[in-house]
């Protein structure tokens, strides 16, 4: 069975633009969880996905936007990039939102 | 404010020691306290998992230990090797309404062991 694949692996943007990251999860799995990984922060949590639904969302601003679609993909967008935004991006999924998670390989994002 | 503080951020022990990782929690609503391992240019993936009604829970060389009174868990790697060297990550969840679990996560610990 393949595991979570996120595309692209590594991207460089400048301040300002956006960016669009894509995650496919496990066949099966129909939650789609996204974390911001940084050496300061740790995992935090940006939001989960079930069903096409948003069910949960953390404290990140609005720049910070996601969608899943019927085939449980899922895209996550970050609008006017920050140097702040400069993080592993990582995606996780499960059967549930009960579930144990399994994590994707992360885009690395480059803010310049 | 860190809801799960982890210690210590780094940890460095000889091959065959044992590496003590230690998380300490808020809320007393957290139910499922799960352990992962992160490789680098991986994501992290699912070491071992406890739920506050068992005390201590072990798996191969792996055990977590449990603190309900004193809000406290820790990861145990007993007869650490090489391959073992990687960051690892405490973190609590507590059941919302609807069925819906967001983890909470510690800052992580690097290890490091050394052959």
């Known amino acids: 069975k393949a595991g979570v694949t996120q595309t692209p692996r590594y991207l460089i943007k400048t301040r300002g633009q956006q960016v669009t990251l894509s995650c496919s999860p496990i066949s099966g799995h129909r939650s789609v969880s996204w974390y911001q990984q940084t050496p300061g922060q740790g995992l935090q949590f940006l939001f989960e996905y079930f069903s096409e639904t948003q069910r949960n969302k953390g404290n990140f601003p609005g720049r910070f936007s996601g969608r899943q679609f019927s085939n449980s993909r899922s895209e996550m967008n970050v609008s006017t990039l920050e140097l702040g935004d400069s993080a592993l991006y990582l995606c996780?999924?499960?059967?549930?939102?009960?579930?144990?998670?399994?994590f994707g390989p992360g885009t690395r994002l480059t803010v310049l | 404010q860190q809801q799960v503080k982890q210690s210590p951020q780094s940890l460095i022990v000889q091959k065959g020691g044992i590496s003590i990782i230690n998380c300490a929690y808020e809320n007393t609503a957290f139910d499922y306290f799960p352990w992962y391992q992160q490789f680098p240019g991986k994501g992290p993936a699912l070491l071992i998992a406890?739920?506050?009604d068992v005390s201590e829970k072990k798996e191969g060389r792996f055990t977590i230990s449990f603190n309900k009174s004193a809000k406290q868990f820790s990861l145990h790697i007993m007869d650490s090797q090489p391959g073992d060297s990687a960051t690892y990550f405490c973190?609590?969840?507590?059941?919302?309404?609807?069925?819906?679990?967001?983890?909470?996560w510690g800052l992580g610990t690097s290890l490091a062991v050394n052959p």
């Open positions: 406890i739920r506050p």
């Open positions: 973190a609590a969840s507590r059941d919302d309404a609807g069925n819906n679990r967001k983890l909470i």
């Open positions: 996780a999924s499960s059967l549930g939102t009960d579930n144990e998670q399994f």
